[in-house]
């Protein structure tokens, strides 16, 4: 008798002990992460964060997953990016050789997926009647050589794209010394340029296409600015036509960055960025898409009745 109940006792154990490590496996399997499924973190350039939230907000609706975005800097991005602080980057350009190579060195091989192309936009207070900016004049300025039409420009971070952007416009391999002003983000841009007279902003154009309620407010008192390109003859607005015609001398493409190095959710939302529903966020937002969304057309036909 006791023997029998050594048994029970043992298999009793036994099967709470297999019921248990199942339910932890199943609950383990649940959090697991993947393409479509789970949570991660997204590093995305600030200048960039209106677009990309846009496109998380649907993917989560979509999907059982949660996605967090980090906005900073360029140059802190790729810094985090790097350290792996999270292996997923929004970014206006694609990783460097160097960069590259470093991943490699991990046994990561970056996949890099193109969804779209911005622009950089200059903006003014509405004060100023003049609506119109020559690209050459801005970078003389940046290059430290006096400009009547210019008394300063206004940038996000100093760490941004956009200044590297225009840097690289204006030949420079560092930032210019004087004229160049600076707060945190795109979002104090705008504030500081609807509310003072003078300067001249540098921000994504995404942040004028689609502002929160809160920038909705300062784009009441700016104006954004049509740019005459180096050499040419015509000024050119920073709309989503003249981006398609390539027309607007300010436009930068946009890249997801995914070197999770495994099927994570880096590789579903790039896909579903780059995909139909995607496409059509980003050219509902303004911006330009790698691909134009087709469009389906359903013709019906009404039978005669006698």
Do not use: H
């Not at 609706?61 to 975005?69: H, L, P, Q, V």
């Not at 204006?170 to 002003?181: F, M």
């Not at 707060?183 to 502002?211: A, D, H, Q």
Request: proline fraction near 3%; include cysteine; aromatic fraction near 8%.
């Amino acid at each position: 008798m006791k023997n029998s109940t050594k048994l029970s006792a043992v298999f009793i154990c036994f099967f709470l002990v297999v019921f248990f490590g199942c339910k932890q496996s199943d609950n383990s399997n649940k959090d697991k992460e993947t393409i479509l499924k789970g949570s991660t973190s997204i590093l995305v350039d600030e200048s960039l964060k209106p677009i990309i939230e846009d496109q998380i907000e649907v993917f989560q609706s979509e999907y059982k997953a949660k996605i967090t975005i980090i906005a900073k800097s360029e140059n802190e991005v790729i810094k985090a990016f790097l350290k792996d602080s999270t292996r997923i980057a929004v970014l206006s350009r694609p990783l460097s050789n160097d960069e590259e190579k470093y991943f490699q060195s991990l046994k990561i091989t970056p996949k890099t997926t193109k969804i779209g192309t911005d622009a950089i936009a200059f903006i003014s207070n509405k004060s100023n009647n003049d609506t119109l900016i020559a690209l050459q004049d801005v970078v003389s300025f940046m290059q430290g050589k006096e400009q009547k039409t210019i008394t300063g420009l206004v940038f996000d971070n100093l760490n941004s794209s956009t200044l590297r952007y225009m840097n690289e416009v204006s030949g420079l391999k560092s930032n210019p010394l004087k004229g160049i002003y600076s707060f945190k983000t795109n979002e104090e841009v705008l504030k500081y340029v609807s509310e003072n007279e003078g300067m001249i902003g540098v921000v994504g154009l995404n942040w004028l296409y689609r502002p929160s309620s809160i920038v909705s407010q300062y784009l009441k008192s700016i104006n954004v600015l049509s740019v005459k390109g180096i050499g040419k003859e015509v000024y050119v607005s920073p709309t989503q036509n003249n981006l398609a015609e390539g027309t607007y001398p300010l436009a930068r493409d946009l890249y997801i960055i995914n070197c999770q190095g495994y099927s994570g959710l880096g590789m579903g939302f790039a896909s579903f960025v780059a995909g139909d529903i995607g496409q059509r966020i980003i050219l509902k937002s303004g911006l330009l898409p790698i691909r134009t969304p087709g469009r389906k057309i359903i013709i019906t036909t009404k039978s005669k009745t006698n």
